[in-house]
Antibody
Framework: EVQLVESGGGSVQPGGSLGLSCTVS????????MSWVRQAPGKGLEWVAN????????YYRDSVKGRFTISRDNAKNSVYLQMNSLRGEDTAVYYC???????????????WGRGTLVTVSS | QSVLTQPPSVSAAPGQKVTISCSGS????????VSWYQQLPGTAPKLLIY???KRPYGIPDRFSGSKAGTSATLGITGLQTGDEADYYC???????????FGGGTKLTLL
């Protein structure tokens, strides 16, 4: 059975840090790009970052560049998101998703975890 | 304000058909392929359509996708109570260099 299970969410004060993990099973993890996508309460989906199969190609949305770091450990079938200097607008459910794209024209997320809630508040 | 524009809500009776639009521009939908996601209440998004009109294994053919110019459409026929959900479109934006999503459309059965 395919599973993506996120963990590490919680409450943190503005300026604080939090690390998220996503452990995968049921497919060959090392063969796929992975992404983090977030959803603020009552809002739509927002792509955050992605990482290629061996961790050498990484991209971020502008609003998290320099604050968030995505990484992966293929031996542990896991992808991570280290979030520093957190702001109120980072409050969201964070989903890890299997990222399928070919160049940039063909892009979709075909498997999703259940998400983990990050709340940034004083 | 989302880059892709979707109607906030649509409604239809069980058994009927509904369409959900997703409007963009030449920097996104006009030159890239569109995907659609279903998010049931309190759950994670689920891929419904990719590459404009392809269905993943296990998605019934009641769900269909199409694209014309800078707009895409999700169609759902034979509506069931289990289809009540939020639906999102997504694609790459060449100008922003990021994946973008629509603001979501809430489907309600009458």
């Amino acid at each position: 059975e395919v599973q993506l299970v996120e963990s590490g969410g919680g409450s943190v004060q503005p300026g604080g840090s939090l690390g998220l993990s996503c452990t995968v099973s049921g497919f060959i993890f090392r063969s796929f790009w992975m992404s983090w996508v977030r959803q603020a309460p009552g809002k739509g989906l927002e792509w955050v970052a992605n990482i290629d199969q061996d961790g050498t190609e990484i991209y971020y949305r502008d609003s998290v560049k320099g604050r968030f770091t995505i990484s992966r450990d293929n031996a542990k079938n896991s992808v991570y998101l280290q979030m520093n200097s957190l702001r109120g607008e980072d409050t969201a459910v964070y989903y890890c998703a299997r990222d399928r794209h070919y160049g940039v024209s063909f892009w979709y997320f075909d498997l999703w975890g259940r998400g983990t809630l990050v709340t940034v508040s004083s | 304000q989302s880059v892709l524009t979707q109607p906030p809500s649509v409604s239809a009776a069980p058994g009927q058909k509904v369409t959900i639009s997703c409007s963009g521009s030449s920097s996104n939908i006009g030159n890239n392929y569109v995907s659609w996601y279903q998010q049931l209440p309190g759950t994670a998004p689920k891929l419904l359509i990719y590459d404009n009109n392809k269905r993943p294994y296990g998605i019934p053919d009641r769900f269909s996708g199409s694209k014309a110019g800078t707009s895409a459409t999700l169609g759902i026929t034979g509506l069931q109570t289990g289809d009540e959900a939020d639906y999102y479109c997504g694609t790459w934006d060449n100008s922003l260099s990021v994946v973008v999503f629509g603001g979501g459309t809430k489907l309600t059965l009458l």
